[in-house]
């Protein structure tokens, strides 16, 4: 796995999302905020983030409150472990500092793999039963965790909770462990290289999924029923670039190949002649009759009498 370090890590994870998200991008703005708050923060612990994207947007979660079970961070975390048709893109991120003037934010990325970390997320976080609330006021109080709702406390008055563990020790030693992995199992690399392969494999994952969708449709399924088409996005046009989308119709195996908008399907297809596709898949067929044909005839040699029996019927 690899690790960027001392990055722009807003224009950084901007560009990667820009290879995966396709809906909800300005859920970003929202990420934005949430790394320049924590870099003002001083407590060492909470400058440490869990970060995501998916097709419909992207999450950042602190890594201190995700390692303690059945957080929101906790279960935010994990809610796409069982999701396995969602491309995943999922970071940790280490915020160092902030420009007060630019609002840039410098800090370390670490590209994990997300099906293994959730896992030992799941497996290695700690229990919890208070929490800290901080209100607007200055006045900060402890609260259980199971007395804390509308009904009892005023929300507009609290800017933030914080979950704390039962036991600190144990989740230092968790996220200490989680620094160890990070600092010995992850090699340097270049976050633009980075970016530009997630890029590559953006336009392969489109690709691949159009040619299995397709592989599934049985009959030319156009407005007219002159063309084979495969379901794209609402917004195709407006999510990818045009570079990337000529890049697409590149690396599917079809001359036929074009993408564009339907309007009686409100929406963009990838859409191929009937009789290239057609031809494509006959020697398939052929083939599929060829080795029934070699079985009957391997069975006949094993089994002489089959032969018989099978013109008797």
């Known amino acids: 796995m690899e690790k960027f370090m001392d990055v722009n890590i807003i224009d950084a994870l901007r560009a990667i999302m820009e290879t995966n998200t ?6 970003f703005n929202y990420d934005i905020d949430s790394f320049r708050k924590v870099a003002r923060r001083k407590e060492p612990e909470e400058k440490n983030l869990l ?3 998916r097709t419909s947007g992207t999450h950042v979660y602190s890594e201190h409150q995700a390692f ?4 929101a961070e906790y279960n935010g975390w994990l809610y796409y472990i069982n999701e396995p048709s969602d491309r995943i893109l999922p970071y940790m991120v280490e915020v160092n500092d902030i420009d007060m003037k630019t609002g840039i934010v410098t800090g370390n990325i670490y590209a994990l793999d997300y099906k293994t970390h959730a896992e030992n997320l799941r ?7 208070y929490m800290t609330l901080f209100y607007n006021s200055g006045k900060i109080e402890t609260a259980n965790k199971k007395d804390f709702n509308h009904y009892n406390y005023d929300m507009k008055s609290i800017y933030r909770a914080r979950h704390e563990p039962d036991d600190p020790a144990a989740l230092a030693a968790v996220l200490l462990r989680e620094k160890a992995t990070r600092d010995s199992l ?3 690399g270049n976050i633009n290289r980075h970016i530009g392969a997630l890029q590559d494999a953006r336009i392969k994952y489109v690709a691949d999924r159009v040619v299995s969708e397709l592989d599934k449709t049985a009959a030319p399924n156009s407005p007219d029923k002159k063309d084979f088409m ?3 996005s609402t917004y195709f046009s407006n999510t990818i670039p045009e570079p990337d989308i000529r890049k697409i119709i590149k690396a599917l195996p079809y001359k036929s190949a074009k993408i564009c908008y339907i309007g009686d399907k409100e929406g963009f297809y990838a859409v191929f002649d009937k009789q290239e596709v057609l031809r ?3 020697p398939s067929i052929l083939n599929e009759v060829k080795n029934a044909a070699a079985s009957i005839k391997q069975t006949e040699r094993k089994n002489p009498s089959l032969k018989n029996e099978l013109l008797e019927v």
Do not use: G, N
């Open 186 to 188: 992850f090699t340097e």
């Open 51 to 53: 970060w995501l994207s």
């Open 123 to 129: 497996d290695s976080a700690v229990t919890h039963t």
């Open 22 to 27: 396709i809906y909800y991008k300005t859920d």
């Open 280 to 282: 494509r898949r006959k």
């Open 68 to 71: 303690q079970k059945d957080t």
């Open 230 to 232: 495969v379901y794209l």
